[in-house]
């Protein structure tokens, strides 16, 4: 093991990047073993670990979800009765999306609270709100995708409400719906947007966040 | 660079590393909240409703519980007014957001030093947490129609009584019944008779979990007991 840490190090150099990564002291205030009271400073984390549980998840339902009018929900009942832990993983999908939720509001709180947004990190308060959007651009699009009823006629309200925004609102709704009806195409865009789109935004901002975190240090106590 | 320890204020002596000792942590945390969210999702079956009709008009739909707050909002902005909710308060929620930092410069960052961003945080909060209780009290009691027979004093007696027979061993109305159910005394306020009608023909579909029994009344009486149960407010 050492042995082939050390052919790779050798040739990349990889100690300082790694030290980097996980050697930096974590400050006692946000420290679970030194102070309970650091359990605010645990959301941000959490919310990253569900995430990750979300794109686990994630990948495992697409192994058998079709986009289409004709096969979306038929994939999802199959999902659900024939796979094995099918419909465990589907109610894990949908619960972690709602536990993301959670822990993206506290996670905000607790910056609002410690006034951790202000300088010099007010540039990751402004990539965290683009996250709070993404997270909801997430719940949106994948409210869509089991074409049940309840997806349909929820999508329909939904579009319907860009549709209201004045001057560029109706060109919206048609791009995102592609067409003037909620149907085959609004599936494969939302299905698209849902597991592409998002997911390469969210890792540039995700990517972002943190990087200025290790940059600029977890904010001093109150 | 402002790394933390050359923070001001900071006090730390042995600093912990991130790794490992606060990477366990947080694992620890991930594990419990991980074991959460499959207890939930083991727990409640993620429903799944018939499959989509775009034909039916009719179908209500309810976005999901965290969109709850804003769906309640548009209700209050109907026709020409709706683009306040669509487009002015969004849009003046995320320059809000945007420009926070920006707006409130001082070096203070203890709540008691910043009143007007602890109350904002807290009349947000409040918002959300009262449009969502809103949304969620007006849909149980809308949800349900259905053609029922004028309510009249004799109903409401007979009401009472069919009441005090089968249903007050669990349920309290007016301080008098069981504790093994919901208090009663001013259900009237909180859903509408058919919403009531419904769920003595199927206690199943307040709560699938719910330990209330199918009561078996005639259609009469049953009308007798919700003309009742819809006066107590």
Known sequence: MNRIYQFIDERLHLGPLISEIANHPVPDHANLLKTPKAIIYCFGGMVFFILLLQVLTGVFLMFYYVPSPDHAYASVTYIRQETAFGGLLQSVHRVGASAAVVMVMLHMLRVVLTGSYKNPRELNWVVGVFLLLLVAGFSFTGYLLPWDQKAYWATTVGVNMIAGIPLIGGFLADALRGGSEVGALTLTRFFVIHVMVLPALLTIFLAAHFFMIRRQGISRPL | ?233
């Open chain 2, 1 to 233: 660079m402002s790394g933390i320890s050359s923070l001001p204020g900071s006090t730390d002596k042995n600093p912990t590393p991130f790794y490992p000792d606060h990477l366990f942590v947080e694992g620890v945390a991930a594990i419990a909240v991980f074991l959460v969210i499959v207890l939930i999702a083991f727990v409640w079956q993620v429903p799944l409703e018939e499959m989509a009709d775009p034909g039916d008009t009719a179908y209500v739909p309810r976005p999901e519980w965290y969109f709850l707050f804003y769906f309640q909002l548009l209700k209050y902005f109907e026709g020409s007014l709706a683009v306040v909710a669509i487009v002015v308060l969004p849009a003046l929620t995320l320059a809000l957001l945007v420009l926070l930092p920006f707006l409130d410069r001082s070096a203070a960052t203890g709540i008691r030093k910043r009143p007007l961003t602890a109350a904002l945080a807290l009349a947000s909060v409040l918002c959300i947490a009262a449009l969502t209780a809103l949304s969620v009290l007006e849909d149980e009691s809308h949800l349900y129609t259905m053609d029922l027979p004028p309510v009249t004093d004799e109903q409401i007696a007979a009401g009472e009584e069919i009441f005090g027979r089968f249903c007050q061993i669990c349920h309290s109305v007016d301080g008098k019944g069981g504790f093994m159910a919901p208090d009663l005394t001013q259900i009237g306020a909180r859903a509408n008779r058919a919403y009531i009608e419904q769920v003595i023909i199927d206690p199943q579909i307040v709560n699938q979990a719910t330990i209330m029994s199918v009561i078996p009344l005639s259609d009469a009486e049953r009308h007798e007991v919700s003309a009742y149960l819809s006066r107590k407010k």
